[in-house]
């Protein structure tokens, strides 16, 4: 099973080579203070006597020469964590995009957008974060802390007692605050999606907020969120502000400890002033290094909650399993194409069935109509027959056999959807439509255009099809985009062409003629869900929705006889009660 961390092996060598340069210039940095142990007990003496400073210039141009080293091994270091982070953040910022785009419908609604926007952005940077650091520093930490308390114990043991004692009291120190900050980090990111979640309903929905004059209860909805946001951050924030302190106290009792031992025993002749100097210098590495300590902790701490949300989304099954164990097959017109056999379903939340017990047929070259009131079932018949959700009762056959038994996208492939709610992307009209048929000619796309009567209007466009198109296509009307949405499924040229409410926002005699184009287009098979009676009079068959069930499956004339809720629906619509 893909983990958080699984694409590091694709950075072995630097994730080796990295720890390794820096391992060599903790060495060079531990070297050091053994030449200022030198220069105090012999250069600055000799230099008193009158014998020249050789002894203090030389040591002090390998010091030079050390530092050199040393930053020419800090460089590759940090070199390598480069590659290796940001192609890891790569590769793993596309394996999580990937297994979004697995998730079936209900996946992506129990997730949450903001969640998911949140896995692809915030937690990836927070792991690649962590991997640079892991290459960086993590490594000279413990060299740096471990080198310490040997070249301590060589120059007095008694001394080397003082910095082993605080080693064990720091790490307890460090491990706490991380287990409880990992904890806390949790909190912190789920606040962070619930602000990114009403952050995209909000402007989504700005003009119904706007309309109904909601924006100041919205401005305290939303402040109310980040408030409870800013607190658990607080209390984050608040543990690892814990982290210095604590270190500084116990590195600072050890550093008064060693001066006031080590003084002694310098009085003692049992020590020289050089090596105090040195075990000195020696508490100043640990404790800049526990430092550093105190921010990776902070560093992990976020990046372990960020991995635990990476895995969970790694780990979820999604509720549409695509296991094809049969090819797509071509079927005569005439023949089934779709059939709902006892088919309920209901919402993962939902208490109640959407739909309940529903049984038809689609044939190929059939053009059927659905239609009913508002939360009759329309739409859902749709996203099962796409099979962006499993029925929970019941069996839907696709050209003769379950409909999971076929790869998701011949399906898909198979069918074309115009949804109710028009969606266009940022491009031009034609790269709009190349969606649809990568290799489409021009002159396919205005054919399709035409189709749809949109040509009429993209004509008078100087750039004509290669107009922009702006973010959601907010350039156009609802009537533009929904005929433009339109022509791009009659340019994808699938056996199933389905029209989800899509030419609500067209005037009759538009609506009209868009009917007439699609009904000249051969071998098509054409599901329309309307609103409008008159829109489906010309359907081979009609399935009249109630309240999640079919009330009556007919043609227009006969369920005027026999049907009271299409009766009911027709003559509200053509104001004709005779």
Do not use: W
Request: a neutral charge.
């Amino acid at each position: 099973m893909e983990k958080a961390f699984s694409s590091l092996k694709y950075f072995k060598k630097q994730l080796i080579l990295g720890p390794l340069f820096k391992v060599i210039e903790v060495v060079f940095e531990l070297l050091t203070p053994f030449l200022m142990k030198y220069i105090v007990n012999d250069g600055i003496t000799n230099a008193l006597n009158g014998n020249g400073v050789g002894k203090i210039v030389f040591p002090a141009l390998i010091i030079l020469g050390f530092c050199i080293f040393g930053l020419c091994s800090t460089l590759v270091c940090q070199y390598l964590a480069s590659i290796a982070s940001q192609g890891y953040g790569t590769i793993l910022r596309n394996k999580i995009f990937k297994k979004v785009n697995e998730l079936s419908m209900s996946d992506i609604e129990k997730f949450g957008r903001g969640n998911l926007i949140n896995l692809v952005n915030n937690d990836t940077s927070r792991l690649q974060n962590a991997v640079a650091v892991l290459i960086r520093l993590v490594i000279r930490a413990p060299v740096l802390v471990i080198g310490s308390l040997i070249c301590s114990f060589i120059i007095d043991v008694k001394i080397g007692f003082i910095f082993l004692a605080i080693i064990p009291i720091v790490s307890l120190i460090l491990a706490l605050i991380t287990y409880i900050n990992g904890k806390q980090y949790l909190k912190v990111q789920e606040k962070v999606d619930e602000i990114s979640t009403y952050t995209n309903d909000g402007i989504s929905g700005t003009r119904v907020i706007r309309a109904f004059s909601k924006e100041n209860e919205n401005i305290k909805n939303y402040e109310a969120r980040t408030k409870e946001y800013f607190d658990e951050t607080k209390k984050a924030n608040l543990i690892s502000a814990l982290i210095n302190p604590l270190t500084f106290l116990v590195v600072n009792i050890a550093i008064i400890l060693v001066i006031y031992f080590g003084g002694d025993f310098v009085l003692k002749g049992d020590l020289t002033d050089g090596d105090l100097v040195a075990l000195i210098s020696y508490l100043n590495q640990i404790l800049m290094a526990l430092i550093v300590v105190s921010n990776l902790v902070i560093i992990f701490a976020k990046a372990f909650s960020s991995s635990k949300r990476v895995n969970y989304l790694f780990s979820y099954e999604p509720s549409v399993v695509n296991a094809p164990i049969i090819n797509d097959k071509n079927i005569k017109i005439g023949e089934e194409l779709f059939s709902f056999k006892g088919v309920s379903f209901k919402y993962v939340d939902g208490e109640n069935e959407v739909i309940s017990n529903i049984n038809f047929n689609i044939n190929k070259g059939e053009f059927v109509g659905i239609i009913g009131g508002t939360g009759a079932g329309k739409t859902t018949l749709i996203k099962l027959m796409e099979r962006f959700f499993d029925p929970t009762k019941g069996v839907i056959t696709f050209k003769g056999d379950n409909i999971k038994k076929y790869d998701l996208k011949d399906i898909r492939n198979d069918i074309s959807l115009v949804n109710q709610r028009n969606i266009l992307f940022n491009g031009t009209i034609k790269s709009n439509l190349l969606m649809a048929k990568k290799d489409a000619t021009d002159e396919e796309i205005i054919n399709s255009l035409r189709l749809a009567e949109a040509y009429s209007f993209i004509k008078d466009y100087e750039d004509g099809i290669n107009h922009p198109v702006y973010e959601g296509g907010k350039n156009f009307s609802g009537g533009q985009k929904q005929r433009i949405s339109l022509a791009r499924s009659v340019l994808k040229n699938s056996e199933l062409l389905i029209l989800d409410d899509s030419t609500s926002a067209l005037d009759y005699l538009t609506d009209k003629k868009v009917r007439d184009n699609i009904l000249h287009i051969k071998d098509i098979t054409v599901v329309i869900i309307s609103q409008r009676a008159t829109s489906l009079m010309h359907c081979d068959k009609i399935i009249v929705m109630d309240d999640g069930k079919i009330d009556s499956i007919g043609r227009h004339e006969d369920l005027l006889k026999t049907s009271d809720i299409y009766k009911e629906i027709y003559y509200s619509q053509t104001h004709n009660n005779e």
